[in-house]
């Protein structure tokens, strides 16, 4: 069942803040979130784990709501370098390392 | 360290013809995923292998599409025959054992197929 992310694109300026949300009606065990720029592969960002825990690093954080079933990437103080498109990939529970991937949210940072 | 080594980089080729793609994952990694990228259908998952077993197959799209892992340096997704809708960005990523849901997950740099 492949998550829902929102919004589906999203246009900032420099130094601006941004929030991706992914959104899933089964209970989700994990969630990943990687960024894929243009004409690249995928890139891991982090992995958030039930249990409602932040983690982060840089400018870029995320948060996992267990009871809303919905995770939230955060950016701040947004860099050129940000653009992109952003994937969240939810794991369900005991199915190994199977990921389905939400349809992405292009961000587009402008100077 | 390498990462994930796809081959071809490219490939163009006629609509029947039979199509392999080449994958080398993380050397030490437990996990080898096959992902399909389109623009309508976004990153689907194809099949992946655990210790050179396919766990699930259930993304593969139909019986003209195999793929296996014979050793655990290696592993191959076939079309045959193929066809102008199999035309997208074919994706090896690889992760570590234990609870593979927890690991992060490294993207090769893909395939772009084109079936003329």
Known sequence: QQPVQSPQAVILREGEDAVINCSSSKA???????????????????????GGEQKGHEKISASFNEKK????????????????????????GNQGGKLIFGQGTELSVKP | DAGVIQSPRHEVTEMGQEVTLRCKPISGHDYLFWYRQTMMRGL???????????I????????RFSAKMPNASFSTLKIQPSEPRDSAVYFCASSLGGQGINQPQHFGDGTRLSIL
Not at chain 1, 28 to 50: C, D, N, T
Not at chain 1, 72 to 89: E, I, P
């Open chain 2, 56 to 63: 699930d197959d259930s993304g593969m799209p139909e019986d």
């Open chain 1, 69 to 92: 079933q919905q995770s939230s990437l955060y950016l701040t103080a947004s860099q050129l370098s940000y653009s992109g498109t952003y994937f969240c990939g939810v794991g369900y």
């Open chain 1, 28 to 50: 989700l065990y994990s969630v990943h979130w990687y960024r894929q720029k243009h004409g690249e592969a995928p890139v891991f960002l982090m992995i958030l784990l039930k």
């Open chain 2, 44 to 54: 689907e998952l194809l099949i992946y292998f655990n210790n050179n077993v396919p």
